[in-house]
Structures are given as C-alpha cells and as structure tokens.
C-alpha cells in the first residue's frame, strides 16, 4: 500500500499548518487507524501507536491547561521522541508554542481544523480507510443506475461500453470504462472507480473516445460508487442454460467480498440498457425484502394446494 503525504491530509481536509517550516511533502502515514492522544499525555506509553496520526481535542487540551510547565515539557519529550506522522488539534485549538518549539525541532507536523472531534475521526479514518484498503484493476464498466452501482463485465466488443452510453443518456451515471479499480473498504462493502487517465473517458467503437462529462454534463458522471451487482454480459448460446426464474442468487467474489452476479446472454435486437436497469431495480427490490422469483413459487404452492 502506498503511503499518504501529509500534504495531501492537509489539502483534502482544508486543514491549517501551525509547522510551516515542517516539510508536509516528506511526511508520510502508513496506515489507516487513528489514535486519540489520551493517557500518553500522563505519561504512560506503553502500548503507544506511534505509527497512526494523533488527534487532540477539547478534553486533552484542557487537561493540559492543567498541568504545570515542568512536567508537560517531559510529556512532550517523550511524545516527540517516537515517530509520529502528525498531530492534529480539533475545535480551532491553539496548540502552545513550547509544543510547536519540539515538534518542529522533531520534523513533525501540528496541524488543525475547526471541525468536532468525534465527526472529524469518523472522517478521518473513512478517508484513510478508503486510501490504504486493498485494491484490484478489472475488465468492465461501472455505472450507477438508480443508486445501485452496477458492474457489467464480457469480453471486449461485447457492447459494454455501447450499454454504458445508452444509460448515461437515459440519466444514469458512468463511474469508470473499461478499467475499474476496486477497493475493498470492509467485509460488505467495495468501491469502484476509474484510473486518473481514463477518468469519464469512454470507448465507442467505430466513434473513438468520448468525454462523458464533457459531452453529457457533470450529472452524468460519479467519482466512485459501491458495487452493489455484477452483470456477466456473454453471446447468445441456445444450447447453453441460463437462469430463466432467478430464485437462487449467484454470485462472484472480489478481493474476497462476495458480490450479486447475474448472466445475461445477448444478441442483436435485445436492449441491454433497459435490461440493465430492471435488473438494477430488481436487486434494489430484493435488498429491501421483495423477491418476484419467491412470489412467483408462493402462488404455484398455493395453486398446488388449491387442487
């Protein structure tokens, strides 16, 4: 996993340097946990995550308020000798000059935001979460349909793309052609989007390469999105068995977070668009608690008993 500069920390929270003469850009953090300096300011480190950025707010600033100058100096000796990536205060707190004097001479960045302390964590580690998660590159095309992040995936030139473009103008939105980058975040939940280069790029054979955003507006077009659904576009085979009900899910599995898949088999004539969206809706309806497959099996049965 590649580690996060400081500065980017800095530049996406909006947050201020009270170290300027600290180089944020040779600043790193490594992981994705974040710690709340609490008993270390007592003096007690065992056990001490120095690898995780540190975060102060109003409780621990005010609790050094209380302690008398000699012994915060120890405090702080023993803090800056470990390798912390940086120290955050919350609130608009002030952090005090005999602080900013050893962090500075210890490389190490002090930085602020006005924001809470309990919802600048709760974003803080969604941030980092999301940076250090794994990740994977695969074959295929995200959309956002109706709020269901829909991953539809076939070998290439089997109309992805042409499916993509016509859901982009009935209003949904592309997150990612050809190449998806998929990051796990949790047990439940994957994040797809697109590479830097390839960002609201799409391919239309015989066309070139369109700018989705350009072409059809901002609202057409989304940073990243869940992979809620993955359709398996693939030729038409009369031979081959499809399932025709959809009682029984299938499913694949990325990154190993098991993900809704449905095959979808294609050929001239057939609106894969239209298709795409029903089953999007379909899975919407599944997740909320109504199967139509199961409908479907529950009036046979009661026709069955009828008779």
């Not at 980017?8 to 710690?35: G, K, M, R, W, Y």
């Not at 915060?72 to 002030?94: A, D, H, Q, W």
């Not at 990051?183 to 797809?192: A, M, V, Y």
């Not at 693939?234 to 977070?257: C, H, M, P, Q, V």
Request: aromatic share 8%.
């Amino acid at each position: 996993m590649e580690p996060l500069r400081i500065s980017a920390l800095v530049e996406h929270f909006q947050l201020h340097n009270f170290t300027p003469s600290v180089n944020i850009e040779e600043c790193f953090v490594t992981e994705s946990d974040v710690n709340r300096l609490a008993l270390q300011l007592t003096g007690f480190f065992d056990f001490f995550q120095e690898t995780r950025v540190q975060l102060i707010g109003r409780v621990e600033s005010s609790y050094l308020e209380t302690v008398g100058a000699a012994d915060k100096k120890v405090v702080y000796e023993k803090l800056f000798s470990y390798s912390i990536p940086c120290i955050i205060f919350t609130r608009n707190i002030e952090p005090e000059e005999e602080l900013l004097r050893m962090a500075t001479e210890h490389n190490i960045p002090i930085l602020g935001t006005g924001s809470a302390t309990s919802a600048f964590l709760v974003e803080l580690i969604n941030y980092l979460n999301e940076h250090f998660a794994p990740s994977i590159t695969v074959h295929g095309v995200l959309v956002d349909i109706y709020g269901e992040g829909v991953l539809i995936t076939g070998e290439s030139g089997i109309g992805k793309s042409e499916a993509a473009l016509e859901l982009v103008r009935r209003g949904h939105r592309l997150v990612a052609d050809d190449a998806v980058t998929i990051k796990r975040i949790n047990d439940t939940t994957l994040i797809g989007s697109a590479p830097e280069i390839t960002k609201y790029l799409l391919e239309v054979r015989g066309i070139g390469i369109i700018d989705i955003q350009m072409l059809f507006g901002a609202e057409s077009v989304l940073e990243s999105a869940n992979i809620d659904l993955v359709i398996k576009l693939s030729d038409w085979n009369g031979k081959a068995e499809f399932d025709r009900i959809g009682l029984k899910d299938e499913y694949t599995e990325f990154l190993g977070n098991k993900v809704v898949c449905q095959s979808l088999p294609i050929r001239p004539g057939r609106n894969i668009a239209a298709i795409c969206e029903v089953a999007a809706v379909n899975h919407r309806q599944k997740k909320m608690g109504y199967n139509a497959a199961e409908e479907l099996y529950r009036r046979v049965q009661e026709n069955i008993d009828k008779e």
